[in-house]
């Protein structure tokens, strides 16, 4: 068996998401593990997809994408951000931002090579940079429910082997948004380092409370070392269509591209002319500011369900669709597995956003991108079995 498997795999497991939505559908449980709406994406992005079918857009698109969704990623990061990305040398597709970050992190680690990845994170980062033989160094933030980045530990990881800074905001799983102050930090360092950032930006158009999206590329000294992906997962409510881009100065595209065009090829090209027909919609029409308030919402009508079922949920989220709670039990894959058994509740084990889980001890994360009446009938579930 050994034989089969590269080394840097063996401690590979399989991913926590898949784990939880199949605990979930074996116990017919509502699905609060896995970040994916329960609603259709909206019908713009359908019908420019069906339509680019019947017209016969069923074949490969060039590897970097079809011109009008590049187009239309430079018009959103302008229009929504102030960032200002060439579509024909900067802009790229790929199969949602975890090919982007993928395709990055081959295009520019080697073995031996450090990423820095703040601690809790999305799985990805540590796991991808290990099986390619780089050595992720965690930077762990202070405890629930602050979060808050360190930044002189942040300065005491990098050092000369350190090749990649991966950054997340609004961060998943904490709901943080960064600040400015923060993100002229990492540039600075990135700087002095020589490093890149990778920057995944997901959940970029769902911030709450007048909180903004500060980009990382808006900082001058990240502008021309930061990749940053993202995708219309999150934004146009499409997680399964993967569809997703980066964005980096030309020369640092080049690069990943190469890769890109062997991981991938080219993502879907009626995906692709549907999300650059929703972006047209989009664009000069309040979308945004209507998603942003249907995720408030949600936010504010499943919170106090939570606290009612003697979760303490901490501080609202600032950004993204998931509240972190901290439980009873500081055993919290045990507590989710009698959630789901019990309340028909599935949420995910704070603790396994954790390089080292004993560090992140009682945490459970809820995602709230749900119908009202999902959420609802979630919320009496889980006062029902613990309130
Ligand atoms: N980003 C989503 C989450 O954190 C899920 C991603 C996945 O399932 N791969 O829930």
């Known amino acids: 068996?050994?034989?089969?498997?590269?080394?840097?795999?063996?401690?590979?497991?399989?991913?926590?998401?898949?784990?939880?939505?199949?605990?979930?559908?074996?116990?017919?449980?509502?699905?609060?593990?896995?970040?994916?709406?329960?609603?259709?994406?909206?019908?713009?992005?359908?019908?420019?997809?069906?339509?680019?079918?019947?017209d016969g857009a069923n074949q490969y698109s060039p590897p970097i994408g079809v011109a009008p969704l590049r187009y239309a990623i430079a018009d959103h990061a302008r229009e929504q951000h102030g960032l200002v990305y060439d579509?024909?040398?900067?802009?790229?597709?790929?199969?949602?931002?975890?090919?982007?970050?993928?395709?990055?992190?081959?295009?520019?680690?080697?073995?031996?090579?450090?990423?820095?990845?703040?601690?809790?994170?999305?799985?990805?980062?540590?796991?991808?940079?290990?099986?390619?033989?780089?050595?992720?160094?965690?930077?762990?933030?202070?405890?629930?429910?602050?979060?808050?980045?360190?930044?002189?530990?942040?300065?005491?990881?990098?050092?000369?082997?350190?090749?990649?800074?991966?950054?997340?905001t609004p961060t998943n799983p904490t709901g943080r948004v960064l600040t400015g102050e923060e993100l002229r930090a990492i540039g600075e360092l990135a700087e002095r380092y020589d490093a890149y950032v990778v920057s995944d930006e997901a959940y970029e158009n769902i911030t709450y409370d007048g909180f903004e999206h500060v980009p990382v590329a808006a900082d001058p000294r990240c502008r021309e070392r930061t990749i940053m992906a993202s995708s219309i997962s999150k934004t146009f409510s499409a997680t399964g269509w993967r569809i997703g881009w980066f964005m980096a100065p030309a020369q640092i595209t080049e690069v990943i591209r190469k890769v890109h065009q062997f991981v991938l090829f080219s993502a879907p090209q009626p995906l692709q002319r549907g999300a650059a027909a929703m972006f047209a919609a989009a664009r000069g029409s309040d979308y945004y500011d209507r998603l942003r308030a249907e995720y408030t919402e949600r936010r504010d009508l499943f919170m106090p369900y939570l606290r009612e079922a003697g979760l303490d949920v901490g501080q609202a989220p600032k950004g993204g669709y998931f509240i972190m709670t901290r439980c009873s039990s500081s055993d919290d894959a045990a507590f989710c597995r009698q959630l789901i058994e019990r309340a028909r509740v599935a949420a995910i084990p704070g603790s396994l956003f954790y390089s080292d889980p004993t560090n992140g001890p009682g945490l459970v994360r809820f995602a709230f991108c749900k119908r009202m009446e999902t959420l609802r009938e979630a919320g009496e579930r889980l006062i029902a079995a613990m309130g």
């Open 1 to 54: 068996m050994s034989a089969l498997v590269r080394p840097s795999l063996q401690s590979i497991g399989t991913s926590m998401f898949s784990t939880f939505t199949r605990l979930a559908e074996e116990h017919g449980a509502i699905n609060l593990a896995q970040g994916f709406p329960d609603f259709n994406p909206p019908a713009d992005l359908i019908a420019g997809a069906t339509e680019a079918m019947h």
């Open 87 to 168: 579509p024909d040398r900067e802009i790229t597709v790929t199969a949602g931002t975890t090919e982007a970050i993928w395709s990055a992190i081959v295009a520019l680690i080697e073995p031996g090579d450090e990423a820095i990845v703040i601690d809790p994170c999305y799985e990805l980062y540590g796991a991808a940079v290990a099986i390619l033989g780089g050595i992720p160094r965690y930077v762990p933030v202070s405890p629930f429910p602050e979060f808050r980045l360190d930044l002189d530990l942040l300065e005491r990881t990098f050092n000369e082997r350190t090749r990649i800074v991966f950054v997340n």
